[in-house]
């Protein structure tokens, strides 16, 4: 008996602790990487205004076929980061215009590096600012996609980043209108850029090279997204934010910014399927080369002007373009919102392998997808995310019943046992053994199964955190809103049992801050416990009083959602276990076993 009442425990204690890592210790890390993020911003703002660092925002390599950004020749920018629209009026821009995306296109380099998600603001403010995903070289943070070719050679002329590419006079990337650019070398050789875009962040960029020159060339084609300076990440383990990418032979690669700034490099092995990028929590770019065409994918890390420098790029094949005769490579790039539904869209139309491995699914995968498809079916249904949480509580609580039946009653057996239990432990006195075997052989002539308790809080851990991930990582739960105060079912409860909801004008500490939902879940996690057997050690007993104390403050920072989510589930478990318990005759005596737990706490009157 004892040993089974030590394995429920160390259950009870394990949730404890994952739940308490991300509290005390995963969140003040988080809070620490930002502020060190911070301070090495300042710093490198400091230097640069201090004119250290390089003068030129691209640093040049020799152009290699293993290394795409060494076709990037230097461009000269200032040594101090520009304002947004200083840096983009530094040169001739193509505006683009859908109905999610604005921003524009550099004919400097035709890169793509000014990108807006109309769709999605900053905060929940309807006067905040749209995001910003792209920003150009110049700026605070440079963030660009780039396409072109290197040669072997080295001795062709090729366009680069200074390379000022000619478009039709009223040009405009729309949804209707396609962008055409051209650029002639001089010797022989015509670039023809043809870049579209539709309504899935999917920008298609066709590239053609028409050689009339009197020679074969062969030339190879790249796709590259960088992003220069300290990038700010949320700092938590569960979510993978850096640069990532799936090639056919090794999977999925997530690599973050702190490992590629040790390792400077890492090559996955060549591949004809999958995809690169830099994937933030819920944005993302992706370049994605032609689907059964070999490349080499590559994550990289350089210094340019003084700032980290984050690569995720591609190396094609070698196409050979004969003289007198033309040859064209056509890539997709993806930037935009990790929309669930529209990165299936992207995978759909590009053939990309596992492209919906842009989002962080976890470990439990195989319960997070079905469960966040679940969820966005029921708010199609009902057009509220936190209903539709409501109702897949009840479909997973209905998917159970059967076991949890089972082991609700066998509980209710349990606490039918007690006062035998308790006559067993006075008529053994000290002697443990003899203890924990007459309660074993009392279990098995009643039938009971002292490990049946353990059921539901097993069953609920996979559950929880799968649930916790839809929560977190979909953009879907991003502003989501429930009823009254929660307007975003992604973020904390917004209110605070310690300035009185807004009453006393107190900045408490983040542990303080304890919303009414948290102290719901509190009080129902608190009733559930008391319609459980009582365990017979003292210390179990002081740990299961005071859990649910712990969990209201270890959940008071997580997701609404979730803790919406576990008050709700806790208060079926209650009915539930309510009726079986009436079902078998056990006395319900909730009010009186409250005070008995808080009274014997008490030091006793002499």
Known sequence: MENNRNLFLAIALSFIVLLGWQYFVAGPRMEAERARQEQ????EAAQQATGQGSSSEHADTAPTPGAPAGNVTATTQGAVPLSPQAALSQSARIEIDTPKLSGSLNLTG?????LHLRDYRETLEEDSPTITLLAPSGSQQPYYAEFGWVSGSGDIALPNANTVWSAPEDAKLTLEQPLVLSWDNGAGLTFVRTISVDNNYLFTIDQ??????????ALYPYGLISRHGTIKTTGIYILHEGLIGVDGEDGLQEVKYKDIAEDKIKQPAKTSQGWVGITDKYWATAVIPPQGQTF??????NEIAGKPAYQSDYLGDAISVAAGSSASYKTSLFAGAKEVATLRKVEDETKALNFDLMIDWGWFYFITKPMFWAIDHLYGLVGNFGIAVLLITVIVKAIFFPLASKSYASMAKMKLLQPKMEEIKKNMGDDKQAQQQAIMKLYKEEKVNPLAGCLPIAIQIPVFFS???VLYTTIEMRHAPFFGWIQDLSAPDPTNLFTLFGLVPW??????AIGIWPIIMGITMFVQMKLNPTPPDPTQKMIFTWMPIMFTFMLARMPAGLVIYWAWNNSLSILQQATIMKKHGTKIEIWSNIKDSFSRSKPKSE
């Open 208 to 217: 053609k090279v028409e050689n009339s020159s009197d020679a074969s060339i």
């Open 507 to 512: 900045d408490t500490p983040a542990f303080l």
């Open 467 to 469: 649930l916790y991930k």
């Open 40 to 43: 090495l911003a300042a710093q």
């Open 296 to 301: 080499q994918p590559s994550f990289r890390y």
């Open 110 to 114: 035709a890169r793509i590096d000014d």
